[in-house]
């Protein structure tokens, strides 16, 4: 009984604690609401203006965007933004995106994009001083720093990166991989090596199914261990459903599982 | 010897005349269902939250695709989409029904004139050979033909599709490992 209810008083979450004197004197880093330029829109794009009855305007150069910000492009479209860092980022066709914090603390200017559906291609500038650049997609997280590159998410095959130059940090549930100019892996953080290798390999189905990476890496390399008639890399197998939970992993409000193209808020 | 050559000439004729299409008008139910004419960013949007997709919204998809921004109805889409070739006149067709991926793949395969292998180009354009072909492309995700279509995979394919007419190629981003770029 004492353990239970010792149990209790522990799991409780504890009060927020007063700041002592000594952090009250620190000074804390400032925060500057930056704004994001539209610099270019070609076919249709729109943005969510929130309210009441929460409607979408077409987007048009020129426009300045802030925090919360959610955007869409259709067929043949195409939006280029100008963040105030001097970054650029392109957003390719049929894309559902947002902008969910772009700010200045201190020196580090803080971008958090989230993306549902489509692609963008990034360009941080860090010449301007540190940044905290991260894209976060249904099931994976990409951050950027002083780099250039290209992130794409579909519902069918999930999250797919490939890094331009610079470095890139992809996360994905609890392991990461990082990436360097020329490299690209994918939300199941194959490695870049072994999707040029893959890259070699025609495939009508899933060959590789429920296979580990170090498995799949041998038998591209020694093949299926058939002998003579082993040409293809493995045998083939059961096809199994979509690789990937679509909405199950982000859903900022818990409503239908649904993800609304920005990253979960943070904690009250 | 004259038996063998017409008993071979016969059969020549009924396998000729069983690949073609149904004489008459293509079997259409629910031809009056609306099609709303938006544009391709809201329909998109709409459609990612969507479990599967109808053959209406389907069609409307193809349409957005080929530039074709219009109030219409199912039955008009299908007659335009026939006459383009996009979709077969034999098929049966259903407004309200799931859309297969042997049916996308094919429609796809047509909007995009992809050039397919050995049995495409002997035998044509069939559902279970453009999914193989568009699988084959990183274009499509494996699954079989008579599958369903979710809304967030036909947003992938028509991106993708979009992009493949545009440009001539699809970025690697958005095309399945081992796929060709």
Known sequence: MLAVACGRVWAQPAPPAKPGPEEAAKPQPQEQLLTVTIKEVTGTAQRLVPGEKPSWVPLKAGDKLGEQTVIRTGLRSRVVLAFADSSELTIARATKMGIAEFRKEGPVTKTRLGLKYGSLRASVEKARGPNDFTVSTPVATLAVTGSGGQIGHCGDIGSNVQCSFGGFSFASGSRSLNLTGGQSTNSRLLMPILLTQLQSVPQLGDVFNGLTPSETTSLLNFGGGLGGVGFLPGAPVAIRPPLLPIGGLICPNGKDGQYDGLPLPPPE | ?181
């Open chain 2, 1 to 181: 010897m004259r038996w063998a050559t017409t008993v071979v000439t016969a059969l020549l004729a009924v396998t000729l005349a069983s690949c073609q299409a149904p004489p008459g008008a293509p079997a259409i139910a629910n031809g009056q269902a609306a099609l709303p004419g938006t544009d391709s960013a809201e329909y998109l949007d709409d459609l990612s939250s969507q479990p599967t997709v109808t053959e209406a919204r389907a069609l409307e998809g193809i349409l957005l695709l080929l530039g074709q921004q219009q109030k219409t109805t199912f039955a008009e889409a299908v007659q335009l989409l026939i006459e383009r070739k996009i979709v077969d006149a034999a098929w049966d067709f259903q407004a309200d029904r799931a859309m297969t991926r042997g049916k996308a793949a094919y429609m796809i395969y047509q909007a995009c004139n992809i050039r397919g292998g050995l049995m495409l180009t002997l035998a044509g354009p069939s559902r279970r050979y453009c999914l193989k072909e568009l699988q084959y492309r990183g274009l499509m995700s494996p699954g079989l033909s008579y599958n369903p279509v979710t809304g967030m995979e036909y947003v992938a394919i028509l991106a993708r599709a979009d992009e493949l007419r545009q440009t001539g190629k699809v970025s690697a981003v958005m095309i399945r490992e081992g796929g060709l770029p």
